[in-house]
């Protein structure tokens, strides 16, 4: 693992975790992540216009992706399993090519700056549901505090959820560009309520402007990477983009 070996947790403050020279690399990687061209992301899709339907939603998008449905329901869709993890088995870990590897415990999260935010989920089996009201940590903070390498390009993230019979773990990826948007969140609650647990509780990634396979339920660990490394879905046929104004569920 690259950068300083001692991690944020067991007791330890972030503050006391740096060297002076990793509040400089903080520095520089917010920075650099202010200067990033968004639009440069997905370069298969610049230049085409985004299709769906009905008025535009904040980002300039129709509010229904081509494809979708409105449901006031939330379905749920998992691997076969509902892993229940107590708030004090609950720990988040942090690592790959960054300068201060963490493991949080469910206190030291929730002692992280919260922020709340209504945002719509857009599930590749063809559903939308509108206006959630979430509240949780941006993933943002997280990758601010970790201090990525300068080479760093990919996110993976794992869930506590295995698939049925074997020890294969849901793991989803995303471009560190999607990944450190405003509304990407790991939420612990949903129209003011806990986020239930068949939705992921006690914490969540939701990724409002992809397809919600890339927001790990049950969310584990988060590792920073120099390389693309395809997720559970991504390896079966799913699209490695998943951009839902675009019909980008599967690979081609």
Known sequence: MAGDSKGIGGGDSIRSAEKPDLVERRQKYIQRQIELDKRAVNVQFRGRQPEGRGPLNRDGMPKLPVGQHEVSNWPVLDLGEQPNISLDQWRLEVGGHVGIPAMFTWQQFMALPQVEDV????????????????????FRTIAELAVPD????????????FMPGTHIPYTTNLPIERAIEDDVLLVHTWEGKPLP???GGPCRIITPKLYAWKGAKWIRKIEFLRDDRKGFWEVRGYSNTAEPWFDDRYAT
């Open 197 to 199: 647990r068949e939705h």
């Open 119 to 138: 945002s719509d989920f857009h599930c590749v089996t063809t559903w939308s549901r509108y206006d959630n009201h979430w509240r949780g940590v941006r």
């Open 150 to 161: 300068d080479d760093v390009r990919f996110v993976l993230c794992t869930g506590h959820d």
